[in-house]
C-alpha cells in the first residue's frame, strides 16, 4: 500500500510569512494527525481529525495555526505569520481509526526553517 | 495525563554487543505502549507495540520489548546490535481508558553503534 504522502519536503520562510503544508493519508485511513517535531523534542501532536471532524486540537496555537481536512481525505496546515520558533518537522499521521489497537503510518515530513 | 520518559539522550554500544533503550511511562489507566524508529531525514517507523497479553513483545529487525506494570516500563531491547541500528527510537504511550486517545512521545534516545 501507498504510504502517507507529504509536501514540500523542505521550505524557508521568512518570519510573519505564510506557509501551507499538504498531506495525504494511506487509502481508508479515517484518522489523520499532524505533530510538530522540534528539534531535540519528541513529536508533539498538534490537531487529531477523525473524517472530517476535529477531535483533539488543544495544543494548535489556533492564533496562527490552521488546519482542515475537507471530504475527509487530504488535510493542510497552514501557518500565518510564521514565528522563529515555528522551525521543526511537520509530521503528518494516519490511522484506521481512533481505537488504541490501531498504530499510525507516518508520512517523511516537512522540515520547516523561519529566519 | 499521559507521559513518557527516555532518561538517556543517547546510548553507545558496540556492534554484536545487546542494547538496552530504557523508556517509563505515566497514565491514569491501563497503556497501550509502541516504539518507533526515525532516521536522518525520515518519517517515524513502527517498531512494535505492546497491547495486551504476553508482557515481551517481539517487533520489527529484530528488536523486542518488555512491559513491567510494576515499573511502569516498556524498555527496548535487541540482543545484538548492528551498525544499521543507529538512530532515533521514541517510546510513547497511549491511555486505552480514555476516549481518542494521542499518541504521547518521550523526547527520543538516540542509538549509535560502533563498528
Known amino acids: 500500500e501507498a504510504g502517507v504522502a507529504q509536501s514540500p519536503r523542505y521550505k524557508i520562510i521568512e518570519k510573519r510569512q505564510s506557509v501551507a503544508f499538504w498531506c495525504n493519508p494511506i487509502s481508508g485511513h479515517a484518522t489523520l494527525y499532524w505533530y510538530q517535531q522540534i528539534l531535540g523534542q519528541g513529536p508533539k501532536l498538534l490537531i487529531q481529525f477523525q473524517n472530517n471532524g476535529v477531535v483533539d486540537d488543544s495544543q494548535l496555537p489556533k492564533d496562527r495555526f490552521s488546519a482542515e481536512r475537507l471530504k475527509g481525505v487530504d488535510s493542510t496546515l497552514k501557518i500565518q505569520p510564521a514565528k522563529l520558533e515555528d522551525s521543526a518537522v511537520y509530521l503528518c499521521?494516519?490511522?484506521?481509526?481512533?481505537?488504541?489497537?490501531?498504530?499510525?503510518?507516518f508520512g517523511s515530513g516537512t522540515r520547516l526553517t523561519v529566519v | 495525563a499521559q507521559s513518557v520518559a527516555q532518561p538517556e539522550d543517547q546510548v553507545n554500544v558496540a556492534e554484536g554487543n545487546p542494547l538496552t533503550v530504557k523508556c517509563t511511562y505515566s497514565v491514569s489507566g491501563n497503556p497501550y505502549l509502541f516504539w518507533y524508529v526515525q532516521y536522518p531525514n525520515r518519517g517515524l517507523q513502527f517498531l512494535l507495540k505492546?497491547?495486551?497479553?504476553?508482557?515481551l513483545v517481539k517487533g520489527s529487525y529484530g528488536f523486542e520489548a518488555e512491559f513491567n506494570k510494576s515499573q511502569t516500563s516498556f524498555h527496548l531491547k535487541k540482543p545484538s546490535a548492528l551498525v544499521s541500528d543507529s538512530a532515533l527510537y521514541f517510546c510513547a504511550v497511549r491511555d486505552r481508558n480514555t476516549g481518542f486517545q494521542k499518541l504521547v512521545f518521550g523526547t527520543g534516545t538516540r542509538l549509535l553503534v560502533s563498528p
Open positions: 505492546y497491547i495486551t497479553g504476553d508482557n
Open positions: 499521521a494516519s490511522s484506521l481509526g481512533t481505537e488504541s489497537v490501531y498504530g499510525y503510518t
